[in-house]
């Protein structure tokens, strides 16, 4: 077992545990923002740099802070160390640093993209990012191609973070694409326009944190915050069958996996139950999804106030004696008294 | 019991005789309804004569067409999610091949609704829009005889060609000076256009 403590909260994982699985266990605001790390991928993680952290002190026996910003999802815990994450303004200041480097190439086109509302990259960029761009060269332009006829691939908008790639390569059997070329060509494609077509291929369009890889059956059909989710199952052969449902009315526009607090999909699901069972009268409904407060898509739907009072005294049990407990962003703000 | 103390009792007095004759007071009546006539009137003769419109007035929307003549709308939904009276509604399309010269982007609104019975004015929509496609103008919104026609749809919302409507007044001059910059793609319009610089394989 090693001690950790992460913005002045500390915690026992077993070792071998990431600083990110640490700050996860302990949840709240602290947790790093993570853009190419998925729990349910091997390998995955290491791409992004947006979940850099600070390693104040390297452990008990070597106190000696770690000279740069590590990347939480691949350093592991030390007995003892100390992480900075909210606490350090410079760590913060980096991070809004590889937010401008992460949309570089990224097109503004998030009125007209349908991930636009549960976006990680647009979260990310209001929430870490600064408004201006210093770049003044032009982005990389493609032209979107078809994988299979199910899903489309816009890759001006791909940060290349590996997710799908991974997921084609432990999720499906026989991957067909993946990254080609290097450097600042480099780009997600399948050779010579190979259409992806597995039973989970379409497992894809979930991990995809931007808006690169999208459901063709819902391209244009709605606005994520129009749509109400709600969580259902169904006997599959395939999969397990547990699903979310975009509904607008009494349609069923979109079908995703579930996600947990952190955005990562919980469980595959396979591309019958994606794309073809888009009646109610496939499903058994269980009831509304849990949407973030904070997400647009909970915008005009309601909610007990009891999962609100959970979420305060759940932050405030993992606070030091006597701070103060505030909702939404800054809650361990040292300058939000 | 009295109240107060400025109670005063009052008697019904007998006219005098100059005084039944109502003469002069008919008289002096006459002369201030003629006064009047010389004095400057307050109403305007309206529709012959228009009120002066403050330049930020808040009446009838307009969504814009951008220099090309291609609509800007892009059907994000911002305004709508942003409308505290829920009066906007739309519906999306995709623009097929063919179609740039009609629509900017590669999305566009197929159905756009406002309720004008439902619209506070506000102007949130006009605030949100990230695409330079609606505003409010000074333009007074006609009245109806039923609620069906209070619904405005894109016939009515959208500026025609020849016609175009003048928002400039509107925007600062930060904003039209952004606007002469055609190295950004929110200033290009499809003739700008220029090919891809990436291409598969």
């Known amino acids: ?32 923002p993570t853009m190419c790390y998925h729990s349910k991928l091997k390998t995955s993680g290491g791409y992004c740099r947006t979940c850099i952290v600070k390693v104040s002190k390297g452990s008990e026996k070597d106190p000696r802070p770690m000279p740069k910003p590590v990347a939480s999802c691949r350093t592991t815990v030390m007995d003892g160390m100390e992480v900075q994450n909210l606490t350090s303004p410079d760590l913060l200041e980096a991070r809004a640093g590889v937010v401008e ?58 940060i290349l ?44 369009i979930d991990v995809c944190p931007v808006g690169a890889l999208t459901d063709k059956t819902f ?6 915050w129009y749509t109400k989710p709600m969580d259902a199952h169904r006997n599959c052969t395939k999969c397990s069958g547990k699903v979310r449902l975009w509904y607008k009315g009494e349609e069923v526009l979109r079908v995703t996996g579930r996600r947990d607090q952190f955005g990562e999909v919980t469980e595959w699901i396979c591309n019958e139950c994606r794309f073809d069972k888009k009646k109610s009268s496939d499903w058994t409904i269980e009831g509304p999804a849990h949407i973030d407060s904070g997400s647009v898509i909970s915008a005009n739907h309601y909610e007990s106030l009891k999962a609100l009072k959970t979420d305060i005294e759940r932050q405030r049990m993992a606070l030091p004696h006597g701070q103060k407990v505030t909702l939404g962003h800054g809650a361990l703000d040292p300058n939000n008294q | ?19 039944k004759l109502y003469l002069p007071a008919i008289f002096k009546g006459m002369m201030i309804t003629f006064s009047h006539m010389f004095k400057r009137t307050p109403t305007i003769k309206y529709p012959d004569v228009k009120r002066e419109m403050a330049p930020v007035y808040r009446g009838q929307h307009v969504l814009k067409r951008d220099e090309a003549g291609a609509e800007r709308c892009t059907a994000c939904g911002l305004c709508a999610v942003a409308c505290p009276a829920e009066a906007i509604t739309m519906e999306s399309a995709e623009r097929k091949k063919g179609e740039e010269s009609l629509y900017r982007e590669e999305k566009y609104a197929s159905i756009y609704e406002i309720n004008m019975l439902r619209c506070i004015f506000c102007g949130l929509c006009e605030d949100a829009c990230p695409k330079e496609a609606i505003f409010l103008t000074d333009r007074i919104v006609p009245s109806s005889f039923t609620r069906g026609e209070e619904v405005f749809g894109k016939d009515i919302l959208v500026e ?24 950004h793609y929110h200033n290009r319009t499809f003739k700008d256009a220029k090919p891809l610089v990436n291409k598969h394989h």
Not at chain 2, 1 to 19: D, G, I, Y
Request: proline share 4%; net charge negative; hydrophobic share 35%.
């Open chain 2, 160 to 183: 025609s060609q020849d016609t175009p409507v003048d928002v400039t007044k509107r925007q600062s001059p930060e904003v039209l000076e952004f606007k002469k910059n055609k190295s």
């Open chain 1, 219 to 224: 391209r244009f059909k709605s606005r994520v």
């Open chain 2, 1 to 19: 019991m009295a109240l107060t103390n400025r109670s005063k009792t009052v008697t019904v007095r007998e006219l005098t005789w100059s005084e």
């Open chain 1, 101 to 158: 480097f992460l949309l570089i190439n990224h097109p503004l086109d998030c009125p007209v993209c349908d991930q636009a509302g549960e976006c990680d990259l647009q979260n990310l960029a209001y929430e870490n990012g600064k408004a201006g761009t210093r770049y003044e060269f032009p982005r990389r332009e493609f032209e979107r191609i078809d994988i299979g006829d199910k899903i489309q691939l816009h890759m001006n908008r791909c």
């Open chain 1, 1 to 32: 077992m090693a001690k950790v403590t992460i913005d002045g909260i500390t915690i026992e994982v077993p070792d071998g545990t990431t600083i990110l699985q640490a700050a996860r266990m302990i949840g709240g605001d602290i947790v790093p």
């Open chain 1, 161 to 204: 973070c590996y997710r799908c790639v991974k997921t084609a390569d432990q999720v499906t059997d026989g991957r067909v694409h993946g990254v080609i070329n290097r450097g600042d060509v480099a780009e997600i494609s399948t050779y010579i326009q190979n259409a992806v077509d597995n039973d989970f291929s379409g497992n894809v």
